[in-house]
């Protein structure tokens, strides 16, 4: 799976937009760019996929490069319940073989909502 | 109804002991996981099930043993405990897609149980 690159922290303003950025330079035709958080204390949670087109969920919006080396998670109103770490992962939709359902996690952006 | 539950969600013991941490899911699934989350906070993959068939194992120690009695359990049994099994247990499951590149395996995970070893 392409290895992707997060800032370690953020800050963001509750009510404000929070905009979370990847890169993922090394990706694959065939991989999509995942998005979980963990809120502390918790499993982690999925919040959205996409592999080339923009998408939008409840959750949030993922915006993907043309070139797709780098993509976006946003937030548009970020709450206090928000805070959390947010993890950014590439891998193919359903990788067989050794790599069966494997999510390889990295370190991740903290993300703190503040009042 | 709780969609990946584990217990117990904290485990307190002493070095050498041997125990098990349970996990279910209702979502009606046929892969389970079980990744192990440090003290550093990184989180990694340790086993995968797929209907009831080991798929991945991530040279993980022979001490830790997942069985799945059924496609609902994955239990995870360690033996020996030491010091460095101290971390956070996650219990996951989805729903591989038939065919590569379909649709998505979305991971739905439980709530973690806290190992200590003392």
């Known amino acids: 799976d392409a290895k992707t690159t997060q800032p370690p922290s953020m800050d963001c303003a509750e009510g404000r937009a929070a905009n979370l950025p990847c890169n993922h330079s090394?990706?694959?035709?065939?991989?999509?760019v995942y998005w979980y958080r963990q809120i502390h204390s918790q499993g982690p949670q999925y919040i959205i996929h996409?592999?080339?087109n923009n998408e939008t969920n409840e959750m949030a919006s993922l915006i993907i490069t043309e070139d797709r080396k780098s993509s976006t998670l946003i937030l548009p109103h970020a709450t206090l319940r928000d805070t959390a770490v947010y993890y950014c992962?590439?891998?193919?939709?359903?990788?067989?073989?050794?790599?069966?359902?494997?999510?390889?996690f990295g370190q991740g952006t903290i993300l703190t909502v503040h009042p | 109804d709780t969609a990946v539950s584990q217990t117990p969600k904290y485990l307190v013991t002493q070095m050498g002991n041997d125990k098990s941490i349970k996990c279910e899911q209702n979502?009606?699934?046929?892969?389970m996981y079980w990744y192990k989350q440090d003290s550093k906070k990184f989180l990694k993959i340790m086993f995968s099930?797929?209907?009831?068939?080991?798929?991945i194992n991530e040279t993980v120690p022979n001490r830790f043993s997942p069985k799945s009695p059924d496609k609902a359990h994955l239990n995870l049994h360690i033996n020996s405990l030491e010091l460095g099994d101290s971390a956070v247990y996650f219990c996951?499951?989805?729903?591989?897609?038939?065919?590569?590149?379909?649709?998505?395996?979305?991971?739905?995970f439980g709530p973690g149980t806290r190992l200590t070893v003392l």
């Open positions: 996951a499951s989805s729903q591989i897609p038939q065919r590569e590149g379909t649709s998505t395996d979305t991971q739905y």
């Open positions: 090394t990706i694959s035709g065939n991989e999509y």
């Open positions: 996409g592999l080339k």
């Open positions: 992962i590439v891998r193919v939709a359903n990788a067989g073989g050794t790599s069966y359902g494997k999510l390889t």
């Open positions: 979502l009606g699934h046929d892969t």
């Open positions: 099930y797929n209907n009831k068939e080991l798929i």
